[in-house]
């Protein structure tokens, strides 16, 4: 009996988390001003989303990427002018949760154990 209510709970907790993805519309982050902070809230970045660029500025430097979006929760980011290996390895963001202007992310480089969490933030509606 308890076996059968946990599972029964378990089904109802995934359509549940499933359907709240579906609801969600990660894709009005393609584009528009946004900021972004790291989990510990110290450093942060100012971005301008289009099409598949993003322009974004980095205590004071400015960098070029361009964006592939994998699925609605999902993108990578490759910088333009790569200068270092580094620079050419694509940076993998994984959208984890949305609310209306705003989405937490855990964020890494393709292929490595390095993770970033953090927050972006729609600076204006304008898109």
């Not at 109802?12 to 972004?36: M, P, R």
């Not at 510990?40 to 979006?69: A, C, P």
């Amino acid at each position: 009996m308890l076996k059968k209510i946990t599972t029964v709970l378990f089904i109802v907790a995934v359509l549940i988390a499933c359907e709240a993805k579906k609801n969600t519309n990660s894709y009005s982050f393609k584009s528009g001003y946004f900021k972004s902070y790291l989990e510990n809230k110290r450093d942060s970045s100012s971005f301008y989303r289009v099409h598949d660029l993003q322009i974004e500025t980095y205590k004071n430097k400015t960098d070029t990427f361009k964006i592939t979006w994998k699925n609605k929760f999902e993108f990578s980011l490759l910088k333009v002018n790569p200068k270092s290996k580094l620079d050419s390895t694509n940076f993998v963001v994984k959208i984890k949760k949305i609310k209306k202007n705003t989405y937490d992310f855990e964020a890494g480089y393709e292929n490595s154990n390095f993770k970033q969490k953090g927050s972006t933030y729609r600076v204006n509606n304008k898109q």
